[in-house]
């Protein structure tokens, strides 16, 4: 079991950056492959990156490539994403998710295959 608390959400304005981190309790947080999913209003929840075990592979959505970037430092039981250059479209809540399956089964960001889930950190982008 591993409990997942979401952190840095807020209000910026398009164009700026956030780094949101996402801190983990319980068993050892390199057993998981990490992901992260956002949630907009009226809309379905959808994949935004995920990261292997050991932090050398990862996979981003085309939405976010080239502007958002996960990583993990097993040390310190995190796993972040660093969202630069913000658009409005980016207004979401942010969910941080752990699964125990392999990375060829997660790293398509297939939400039903990961087992933990945060409670989530809000992102608002104003224009």
């Known amino acids: 079991q591993v409990q997942l608390v979401e952190s840095g959400g807020g209000l910026v304005q398009a164009g700026d950056s956030l780094r949101l981190s996402c801190a983990a309790s319980?068993?050892?947080?390199?057993?998981?492959?990490t992901a992260w999913f956002r949630q907009a209003p009226g809309k379905e929840r959808e994949f935004v990156a995920t990261?292997?075990?050991?932090?050398?592979?990862?996979n981003h959505a085309d939405s976010v490539k080239g502007r958002f970037t996960i990583s993990r430092d097993n040390a310190k039981n995190t796993v972040y994403l660093q969202m630069n250059s913000l658009k409005p479209e980016d207004t979401a809540l942010y969910y941080c998710?752990?699964?125990?399956?392999?990375?060829?089964?997660?790293?398509?960001?297939?939400?039903?295959?990961?087992?933990?889930w945060g409670q989530g950190t809000q992102v608002t982008v104003s224009s």
């Open positions: 319980g068993r050892t947080f390199s057993s998981y492959v």
């Open positions: 998710a752990a699964g125990t399956g392999s990375w060829l089964l997660l790293y398509r960001g297939a939400q039903t295959k990961y087992n933990y």
């Open positions: 990261i292997s075990r050991n932090g050398d592979s990862t």
